[in-house]
């Protein structure tokens, strides 16, 4: 049988986990809870992770989105979607995605929608459309930046 936690251990362990992956702090605390720490002992070492510098929800979602966009090539409803899933305020996540740069976002946009109409079968360009809007949508791009990006694609 695992040993219980103290406040001491769960707090280094808890840290180590912060240093190792920017972490929010509805991770962190599923964490804690996961380890059987109380709910008194979660709230202080949250607090202490947040005074020294360990936990930052602005960091974590600025790193989210860029990651979101650089890596995952997801639109800014879908990065969106994913930090509110993990619980990070709204102001957090406005801040995070008013730093994505225009000009990269639809760079972003344009290059995967080439990308996927290397490989796309469509019987007109009416069904060629649909699955190109289809899929840059399911990517969380908005509306208005597919259409004009498929209307490029289409030229």
Known sequence: MKKQLNYEEALVKAAALCRKVER????????LAEWNISEADIEKIITRLKEDKFLDEA??????????????????????YNLRVKKVADPFIEKALSEINDKEYIET????????????NYKNKYEHRAKLFSFALSRGFESELINEAVKEIEI
């Open 59 to 80: 960091r974590f979602s600025s790193m989210a989105v860029r990651r979101g966009l650089q890596i995952n090539k997801w639109g800014k409803v879908k990065i969106a």
């Open 24 to 31: 929010c702090e509805a991770d962190v605390r599923t964490k």
């Open 109 to 120: 946009l344009r290059d995967l929608l080439k990308s996927k109409d290397v490989g796309l």
